[in-house]
């Protein structure tokens, strides 16, 4: 289940990230250059932050699986 929660989470975050920048390039520039500018942009972004992305994706599916486990111990205790 983790490698779900962390899969998700991680391409829930780059989607996001990604359509930042695509927001920041063709709405602050003329067309021509952003569409020159986004997908440097995005390569460089991705190869830079990746290990960040990965890193925070790692600790949010963590924090989930301990709170959906904690909530699942606590109904536990509640039907017994």
């Known amino acids: 289940m983790f ?3 962390f899969t998700a989470v991680y391409w829930i975050a780059a989607a996001v990230a990604s359509g930042w920048l ?13 569409a020159l500018v986004f997908p440097l942009a995005l ?3 991705a190869a830079a932050l990746a290990p960040a992305l990965a890193a925070v994706a790692g600790i949010v599916a963590a ?4 709170a959906t486990a904690l909530i ?9």
Do not use: E, G, K, S
């Open 3 to 5: 490698d779900r929660t």
């Open 43 to 45: 390569v460089t972004a």
């Open 22 to 34: 695509a927001w920041v390039c063709f709405a602050h520039m003329p067309w021509p250059m952003a």
């Open 72 to 80: 699942r111990a606590v109904r536990r205790q509640r039907a017994a």
């Open 63 to 66: 924090v989930a699986m301990a």
